[in-house]
C-alpha cells in the first residue's frame, strides 16, 4: 500500500484518532524524558500555597511554644507571690499578737511620737493613694 492510498482511506474520525494518539505518544514520550507544560503556572501556583501554609504552621507553632514558655514563667513568677504574700501574712500575725500582747500595749503614745508616726503615714499615703487605710487626699506637689 501507498501512503497515498492510506492517506485516502482515513475518515475524518480516523485522522482525529490518529492525531489524538500521536499527540498521546508524544506526551508520555516528554513526560519521560522529564519535560513538563503548564501553560498557567498552576504547579507554581500551588508549590507557593503549599509553602505559605508551612510558614503559617511554623509561625503557629512557635507562637504555641513561646505561649507555653510564657504560662510556665507565670505560673513560676504566681507561685512566688503567694508565697511571699503567704510569708507576709505569717509576720503580719506575729507582729499584731507580739504587739498587742507587750507591757506598754495599752499606754498612750508620747504626743511628740505620735505627730511623726502621723506625718510619716501621710507621707506614704501621698506616695501611694492606694494603698488600704489612706484617706482620699489631693495631692500638694
Excluded at 501512503?3 to 519521560?32: K, M, S
Excluded at 501621698?126 to 500638694?140: E, N, S, V
Aim: proline fraction near 5%.
Amino acid at each position: 500500500m501507498s501512503r497515498h492510498i492510506l492517506l485516502r482511506t482515513l475518515t475524518p474520525l480516523g485522522w482525529l484518532a490518529l492525531v489524538a494518539a500521536a499527540l498521546l505518544l508524544i506526551g508520555i514520550a516528554g513526560r519521560g524524558l522529564g519535560l513538563s507544560w503548564d501553560p498557567f503556572g498552576l504547579q507554581e501556583r500551588r508549590l507557593e500555597a503549599a509553602q505559605a501554609r508551612a510558614a503559617r504552621a511554623e509561625s503557629d507553632a512557635e507562637a504555641r511554644r513561646i505561649e507555653a514558655v510564657g504560662r510556665a514563667r507565670q505560673s513560676a513568677r504566681l507561685e512566688i507571690h503567694h508565697r511571699q504574700t503567704l510569708a507576709v501574712q505569717r509576720a503580719t500575725v506575729a507582729a499584731i499578737t507580739q504587739a498587742r500582747s507587750a507591757e506598754d500595749a495599752n499606754d498612750p503614745l508620747d504626743p511628740v511620737r505620735a505627730d511623726r508616726l502621723r506625718a510619716h503615714d501621710r507621707e506614704l499615703c501621698r506616695l501611694a493613694p492606694d494603698i488600704d487605710g489612706c484617706a482620699a487626699t489631693p495631692d500638694p506637689a
